[in-house]
């Protein structure tokens, strides 16, 4: 005995489903801009920014369950929690490149003498 499901629902569903698509897409986008950027900070010999990133064909349109806007939904989580961390090895990186330029500053001949 299953009862229909009333449009508003479907609709509502439908709604869920393509805001979470677009969710996805926005976080595949910040994982590129994060994957150049870390190019840009600790090139990788051999490699072209963006090399590794192979773009997903988006789902065939289908009958929506919420299940599947939830599923799409925690993958996206996954990206952005990846984003975050290789953010943080970034930002690593920046701060060991910050720290050298100071220590090479401070070996220059005639800098200790302006103290």
């Known amino acids: 005995m299953n009862k229909p499901v009333p449009d508003d629902t479907k609709v509502s569903v439908a709604r869920l489903c ?6 996805l897409q926005e976080t595949e986008r910040l994982r590129r801009d994060v994957s150049g ?3 840009r900070v600790q090139p990788i ?3 072209v920014p963006g090399e590794d990133w192979v773009e997903q064909t988006p789902p065939e ?3 929506w369950r919420a299940v599947d806007a939830l ?4 993958e996206a989580r996954t990206n952005i929690l990846n984003c975050e961390h290789q953010l943080s090895a970034i930002r690593a990186r920046i701060d060991t490149i910050e ?3 100071i220590s090479r500053e401070e070996m220059k001949p005639g800098s200790r003498d302006s103290s």
């Open 37 to 39: 950027l870390n190019q």
């Open 18 to 23: 393509t805001a979470a698509e677009k969710l």
């Open 61 to 63: 349109r289908r009958v």
């Open 45 to 47: 010999e051999h490699s």
């Open 71 to 74: 599923n799409i939904i925690m």
């Open 99 to 101: 720290r050298d330029a």
